[in-house]
């Protein structure tokens, strides 16, 4: 996953706090203040993750973003970045030599700053009325979007540390990000489901199974490029 340039698409990170978030806003019908009664919740899926700086940095953005609205705040990811961080500098300064956490911070920087203005961009030449064709390029180019600004502002880290870099990033994660997304959800409410019905559970965790075997399958399909990096 590592040498295919999908390794964030397994660790927890932004990515999947925020697909718990979604759930339970679905769950509490978009009602923030019933939501952010499960902030404690995801401090115990950041701890029983491992308790990383990624972890924690997405579930302190995650609870200062569903604060906002119940405190009468508008909405801002910069700050909400931010306050994360100092956050956890003030437990720990000597986290700022993290490498995972620069990592971490970067690529959703990358996201806050460039994502929206880059989507604007590779959508924006499309001026057709086929809705099914728009609902494909803005779902490919949200993805792609992404993708490149995290790449951005991680990719010099990324070859100073581990002296690599990924050309095929961009393309495995178009590929496997999304399936990452299905897969986690998938198997989140395959757990949940085992408490309810056994027989139901074990078919949907099989559903989960073949999307994280799809995830393997692309990132050794693409390591095995000639120049997937350098």
Same mark, same amino acid.
């Given at each position: 996953l590592n040498r295919a340039g999908v390794m964030h698409a397994a660790v927890v990170s932004g990515m999947h706090i925020s697909f718990l978030v979604s759930f339970f806003l679905i769950l509490c019908r978009g009602r923030r203040g019933p939501a952010l009664c499960l902030v404690p919740l995801l401090v115990f899926y950041a701890l029983m993750a491992g308790g990383t700086p990624s972890a924690f940095r997405a579930v302190i953005m995650q609870g200062v973003l569903l604060a906002g609205p119940v405190l009468g705040r508008e909405d801002d990811p910069p700050t909400s970045l931010g306050f994360a961080l100092l956050v956890l500098l003030l437990q720990n300064p000597f986290a700022a030599a993290s490498v995972s956490l620069?990592?971490?911070? +970067? %690529?959703?920087?990358? !996201? @806050?700053? #460039? +994502?929206?203005?880059?989507?604007? *961009?590779?959508? *924006?030449?499309?001026? *057709?009325?086929?809705?099914?064709?728009?609902?494909? #390029?803005?779902?490919? !180019?949200?993805?792609? %979007?992404?993708?490149?600004?995290? @790449?951005?502002?991680? %990719?010099?880290?990324?070859?100073?540390?581990?002296?690599?870099? @990924?050309?095929?990033?961009?393309?495995?994660?178009?590929?496997? @990000?999304?399936?990452?997304?299905w897969s986690f959800m998938t198997a989140f409410v395959t757990a949940l489901l085992g408490f309810v019905w056994l027989p139901l559970a074990r078919i949907l965790g099989a559903l989960a199974w073949v999307l994280v075997r799809y995830i393997l399958l692309v990132a050794e399909w693409l390591m095995g490029w000639r120049y997937h990096a350098i």
């Open positions: 620069q990592l971490s911070f +970067s %690529a959703t920087l990358g !996201m @806050v700053l #460039l +994502s929206p203005r880059l989507y604007r *961009g590779l959508t *924006g030449w499309y001026k *057709g009325k086929n809705r099914v064709l728009r609902h494909g #390029l803005c779902f490919v !180019m949200a993805n792609l %979007a992404a993708t490149l600004s995290a @790449v951005v502002f991680t %990719a010099p880290l990324t070859a100073y540390y581990f002296r690599i870099f @990924v050309l095929v990033a961009p393309l495995s994660s178009l590929l496997a @990000v999304p399936a990452a997304g």
